[in-house]
């Protein structure tokens, strides 16, 4: 059993940036995949960001590219997501995720543990 407590929302102006933190406890964070997702109100789910086990292979969502970065850091059992350039679309209610494989096509598919999420609110 893993718990993911994610911290780190909060309001910025456009342009502003934010980093979120996902601490996890009750196993190494290194044994799992971690994702980002976001959802916004009377949106659905969307994927944002997702990282290796070992950092490597990290795979972003095409409209954050360049704007946002995940890492982690397993020593500390944390994964972040620092997010750049913010827009008002990027508001949303931010969650990670553990989980053991990465699926392109239905990335939350592969994730087994979620936290409750941060939000995040861009004001233009």
């Known amino acids: 059993q893993v718990q993911l407590v994610e911290s780190g929302g909060g309001l910025v102006q456009a342009g502003g940036s934010l980093r979120l933190s996902c601490a996890t406890s009750g196993r190494a964070s290194s044994s799992y995949v971690m994702g980002w997702f976001r959802q916004a109100p009377g949106k659905e789910r969307e994927f944002v960001a997702a990282?290796?086990?070992?950092?490597?292979?990290?795979y972003y969502l095409d409209s954050v590219k360049g704007r946002f970065t995940i890492s982690r850091d397993n020593a500390k059992n944390t994964v972040y997501l620092q997010m750049n350039s913010l827009k008002p679309e990027d508001t949303a209610v931010y969650c990670c995720?553990?989980?053991?494989?990465?699926?392109?096509?239905?990335?939350?598919?592969?994730?087994?543990?979620w936290g409750k999420g941060t939000t995040v609110t861009v004001d233009s």
């Open positions: 995720a553990a989980g053991s494989y990465y699926y392109p096509s239905t990335p939350w598919r592969g994730m087994d543990y």
């Open positions: 990282i290796g086990r070992s950092g490597i292979n990290i």
